[in-house]
């Protein structure tokens, strides 16, 4: 596989500029239009045509591009198993959302090694954002996120919610939060919808984070009020640091496992989403029970 000549051709596809892709790629403008021309011989099409508007990818270099995308990512896959191959048999990069590796990151992974004790673990915290982009590039093998881009290589599915409650420093009703103190939290795109809708009086904030860690630590210094999980609430509440405001309403977030169309069905990758839907599960229901 020569693959200098598909990272040429999906970097040109991004620039649209023969320059511009030397550039970002170090290497000559001739250098990019002969690794054009020799992909190009391969097919017997041509991919691009160059005008003074540019450089066009042509209706064969379109239909190129999701396979192009494919074998760049099959290549860095095969890439990270060969180089770290030890004495584990696979390897998996594995993304997590933050509040996600906050709560259950010790349980998951202990269920992984239970069930897949021969496959190489690494694991990062991240945000949808940039999981959904290392997903797409092959740099993540699956991901547990709040917010799933729906990219055309990428299967996305519902495994369960992540409960949040609101607690205050000062405070255990709804009546008597105050907007001045009030930490707004936007976890995701979906709950700051869900939140403007049930609580449209304290969505102009003045603090606001999308992380639970740091609404845990600026509740301690600040004071005031914020939604966090319902693990950190109950923490919160046990040590004395607040008070769960009771009337407030719950707000649920949905979890996405996301991974690619061509491994979905595969079977280390459904043990590693059904570990976390246990986890889930049993998580929710300790929350319906207390």
Request: charged fraction near 20%.
């Given at each position: 596989?020569?693959?200098?000549?598909?990272?040429?051709?999906?970097?040109?596809?991004?620039?649209?500029?023969?320059?511009?892709?030397?550039?970002?790629?170090?290497?000559?403008?001739?250098?990019?239009?002969?690794?054009?021309?020799?992909?190009?011989?391969?097919?017997?099409?041509?991919?691009?045509?160059?005008?003074?508007?540019?450089?066009?990818?042509?209706?064969?270099?379109?239909?190129?591009?999701?396979?192009?995308?494919?074998?760049?990512?099959?290549?860095?896959?095969?890439t990270r198993a060969v180089t770290s191959a030890?004495?584990?048999?696979?390897?998996?990069?594995?993304?997590?959302?933050?509040?996600?590796?906050?709560?259950?990151?010790?349980?998951?992974?202990?269920?992984?090694?239970?069930?897949?004790?021969?496959?190489?673990?690494?694991?990062?915290?991240?945000?949808?954002?940039?999981?959904?982009?290392?997903?797409?590039?092959?740099?993540?093998?699956?991901?547990?996120?709040?917010?799933?881009?729906?990219?055309p290589d990428l299967h996305y599915e519902r495994?369960?919610?992540?409960?949040?409650?609101?607690?205050?420093?000062?405070?255990?009703?709804?009546?008597?939060?105050?907007?001045?103190?009030?930490?707004?939290?936007?976890?995701?795109?979906?709950?700051?919808?869900?939140?403007?809708?049930?609580?449209?009086?304290?969505?102009?904030?003045?603090?606001?984070?999308?992380?639970?860690?740091?609404?845990?630590?600026?509740?301690?210094?600040?004071?005031?009020?914020?939604?966090?999980?319902?693990?950190?609430?109950?923490?919160?509440?046990?040590?004395?640091?607040?008070?769960?405001?009771?009337?407030?309403?719950?707000?649920?977030?949905?979890?996405?496992?996301?991974?690619?169309?061509?491994?979905?069905?595969?079977?280390?990758?459904?043990?590693?989403?059904?570990?976390?839907?246990?986890?889930?599960?049993?998580?929710?229901?300790?929350?319906?029970?207390?």
């Amino acid at each position: 596989m020569q693959v200098d000549l598909i990272e040429t051709f999906l970097d040109l596809m991004e620039t649209r500029s023969f320059n511009r892709t030397a550039e970002r790629l170090n290497i000559t403008q001739s250098t990019v239009s002969h690794r054009v021309k020799a992909l190009e011989g391969q097919f017997n099409r041509k991919l691009f045509t160059r005008n003074k508007g540019g450089t066009v990818p042509t209706a064969a270099g379109l239909r190129f591009l999701d396979y192009a995308k494919a074998l760049q990512n099959q290549w860095h896959e095969a890439t990270r198993a060969v180089t770290s191959a030890g004495a584990l048999e696979r390897s998996m990069r594995l993304g997590i959302q933050h509040d996600l590796a906050e709560a259950f990151a010790g349980e998951w992974l202990s269920a992984i090694r239970l069930e897949l004790p021969t496959t190489e673990i690494y694991m990062e915290a991240d945000y949808s954002n940039q999981m959904n982009r290392d997903l797409g590039a092959g740099d993540l093998d699956l991901a547990l996120l709040y917010t799933p881009h729906y990219l055309p290589d990428l299967h996305y599915e519902r495994i369960g919610d992540l409960h949040y409650v609101m607690v205050g420093t000062d405070a255990a009703s709804l009546a008597d939060i105050k907007v001045e103190t009030y930490i707004q939290a936007i976890y995701s795109p979906a709950f700051d919808r869900a939140h403007r809708l049930a609580l449209p009086h304290l969505s102009a904030a003045p603090v606001a984070t999308g992380q639970n860690m740091a609404i845990t630590v600026l509740l301690h210094s600040l004071g005031g009020a914020a939604y966090v999980t319902a693990a950190t609430a109950d923490r919160l509440v046990q040590s004395g640091r607040a008070m769960l405001v009771a009337d407030a309403p719950v707000i649920s977030q949905s979890i996405y496992a996301a991974t690619s169309l061509r491994t979905r069905h595969a079977h280390q990758h459904r043990k590693i989403i059904g570990a976390m839907q246990a986890l889930l599960s049993a998580g929710s229901d300790a929350a319906a029970g207390s």
